[in-house]
């Protein structure tokens, strides 16, 4: 079967870091993203991950290891309007994103 | 533009109703989905168009029926919904269905209440 699996709820309070770490169980997999979703609005994408290593973009980063199913997103210099939810995705062969169950952060003053 | 657009934003219907929801995109993206997504939970997958060609049905009851007129729209119909399926309804699109469906761009949905 296909599973995803990130921790449910995170707390950080702003200017600090915060990882979110997702692993999954897939076949014909192509890639992880992320994306962003705050309370009453849409999905919105962040991040993709073909390869192992680190992406950066600006004060986002994921991260993949395609040998231990394993991927981070690391939010730096946290900021009030982080507060949302994140999913982690799968890409697979199949040509559909296969969604992890979220992780809601909350970043406190 | 990058704008994935959606109407109506709101829903009402009773389960006799027959509805209709709308999505636009003009990105000249050929796939095209249809996602369910109840409070605190996932986007749920349930309709993937490719080139204008239904390709995935994730098992979908058939009181939800899809259509896609052409490389822009996408539509939904409702009929006979039951309350459970009230939830917010989620298009999205990508360049195409292959690998580069990672980055899918979705319109701010339409909530739908089935009383």
């Known amino acids: 079967g296909q599973s995803l699996e990130q921790p449910s709820e995170v707390t950080a309070v702003e200017g600090a870091i915060v990882q979110i770490n997702c692993t999954y169980q897939t076949s014909g997999f192509y890639g992880l993203s992320w994306y962003q979703q705050h309370d009453g609005g849409a999905p919105t994408f962040l991040s993709y991950?073909?390869?192992?290593g680190l992406e950066e973009t600006g004060r986002f980063s994921s991260f993949l290891s395609r040998s231990d199913s394993y991927g981070y997103l690391l939010l730096q210099e946290l900021q009030m309007k982080d507060s949302a939810s994140y999913f982690c995705a799968v890409n697979n062969q199949g040509g559909k994103l296969i969604f992890g169950q979220g992780t809601e952060l909350s970043v406190k003053p | 533009d990058t704008e994935v657009t959606q109407t109506p934003k709101h829903l009402v219907m009773g389960m006799t109703n027959k509805k209709s929801l709308k999505c636009e995109q003009h990105?000249?993206?050929?796939?095209m989905y249809w996602y369910k997504q109840k409070a605190k939970k996932p986007p749920e997958l349930m309709f993937v168009?490719?080139?204008?060609?239904?390709?995935i049905n994730e098992s979908v009851p058939s009181r939800f029926s899809p259509e896609c007129p052409n490389s822009s729209l996408l539509n939904l119909h409702l009929h006979a919904l039951q309350p459970e399926d009230s939830a917010l309804y989620l298009c999205?699109?990508?360049?195409?269905?292959?690998?580069?469906?990672?980055?899918?761009?979705f319109g701010p949905g339409t909530r739908l209440t089935v009383t």
């Open positions: 991950n073909a390869l192992d």
């Open positions: 999205a699109s990508s360049q195409d269905r292959g690998p580069s469906s990672y980055e899918q761009y």
């Open positions: 990105m000249g993206h050929r796939a």
């Open positions: 168009y490719s080139y204008e060609k239904l390709s």
